[in-house]
């Protein structure tokens, strides 16, 4: 399907209008199955030291004691884009290989590996929380002296960039949450779509990979150059570390903590307004993250409710529903995704007083 054709295909809401254009019916996402070399029982051949992919040469920069692998290209206003997946798990940076350059034309754009994971440090404190991933991106923006920047996260990596957000607002020009995830409000009421059954254990490579292509909608939407790097950094010792540190902190005490960390942060949204930054919510039609088990179609509950939560205060939310693409949407569809991108910071940087976060009364 060409490029043109799929920009027909797409629902947006923003201002309280909802709109549509599709064509076509819905594809139903199953979950992809690897096997042989580039499979989940294959062995990786080797990969470069530094994780790169795509053409793209990772760097190094010490963030507060925590040595933190990053991506940084192009030239313009600082974009900061954090990938998601858990905390020590195979998600990197590399998920973004694909809307790096083409969005690298226009912004600068950094792309760190979260804490503890890819080939960034563990921490000292052995503390991996929310707070803590929050804080750690922060330092890297400090860090790096990038002043505001247009903030970009996907899945938990949506989380960590909306938490960011509501705790530091004088950093963020422009919010964007991509796929439903631990920022938003629940999916369904029961399970969703993703079928872990056939996935070997998640303490193994195999089943973070297993895991990762379920999430996808295409089974083009990883090619063997990422799965690569993707098992030689997921496989460094101190990232099996880090996965059994944050596996063994998963206690009652640790939910608490992490529990009152985000409630404080919706209290602020909901009551305070504090979320006053232009908002895009970027969603995939497909994606079995955010499709309960018994609806027919994603529903999009998890989407749908965080954009309720945020435009009650704030009328700068808009929200994308790309049809055809799963939880790596952006993956998917590089050229459309990064286009969206553009023209909605381009939008708002043309309005009076740009991205200015002038607070929002109903």
């Not at 694909?98 to 912004?107: D, M, Q, S, V």
């Not at 860090?143 to 989380?159: C, D, E, I, R, W």
Request: aromatic share 8%; net charge positive; charged share 20%.
């Amino acid at each position: 399907m060409s490029d043109t054709s799929r920009t027909h295909r797409k629902f947006e809401v923003g201002r309280g209008v909802r709109w549509i254009r599709w064509s076509g019916l819905v594809a139903l996402a199953g979950v992809l199955t690897f096997t042989g070399a580039g499979g989940p029982t294959g062995v990786a051949a080797a990969a470069d030291a530094d994780g790169s992919i795509g053409g793209l040469t990772a760097k190094f920069v010490d963030v507060k004691g925590v040595r933190t692998r990053y991506y940084d290209a192009g030239q313009g206003e600082p974009m900061v884009m954090i990938h998601g997946g858990f905390t020590g798990g195979s998600s990197t940076a590399n998920v973004l290989s694909r809307n790096i350059p083409g969005l690298a034309k226009r912004f600068r754009v950094l792309a760190p590996d979260r804490l503890g994971s890819g080939l960034t440090g563990n921490p000292a404190d052995h503390d991996y929380g929310t707070a803590a991933q929050v804080e750690h991106i922060y330092q890297f923006i400090q860090t790096l002296k990038l002043g505001k920047v247009h903030l970009v996260g996907h899945s938990a990596g949506g989380a960590i960039a909306f938490y960011l957000a509501v705790a530091h607002p004088e950093v963020v020009k422009t919010l964007v949450v991509v796929a439903q995830g631990p920022a938003s409000a629940p999916a369904s009421n029961g399970p969703t779509r993703l079928d872990l059954s056939k996935c070997p254990d998640q303490t193994q490579y195999a089943g973070l990979k297993c895991r990762v292509a379920a999430l996808a909608y295409s089974p083009t939407t990883f090619d063997d150059e990422y799965w690569k790097a993707d098992e030689y950094m997921a496989m460094q010792p101190k990232t099996k570390e880090a996965r059994a540190e944050v596996s063994a902190a998963s206690g009652e005490a640790e939910r608490a903590r992490t529990a009152a960390y985000k409630q404080q942060a919706w209290d602020r949204v909901r009551q305070g307004g504090v979320l006053q930054m232009p908002v895009l919510l970027y969603a995939g039609k497909d994606d079995v993250l955010d499709w309960g088990k018994s609806d027919p179609t994603a529903m999009l509950r998890g989407e749908l409710g965080l954009f309720d939560i945020i435009a009650a205060k704030n009328p700068r939310v808009k929200m994308i529903v790309l049809n055809e693409g799963g939880h790596f949407m952006y993956r998917e569809h590089p050229d459309e995704f990064n286009q969206d991108l553009i023209s909605f910071i381009d939008f708002w940087a043309r309005q009076p007083g740009g991205t200015a976060t002038t607070p929002f009364r109903r």
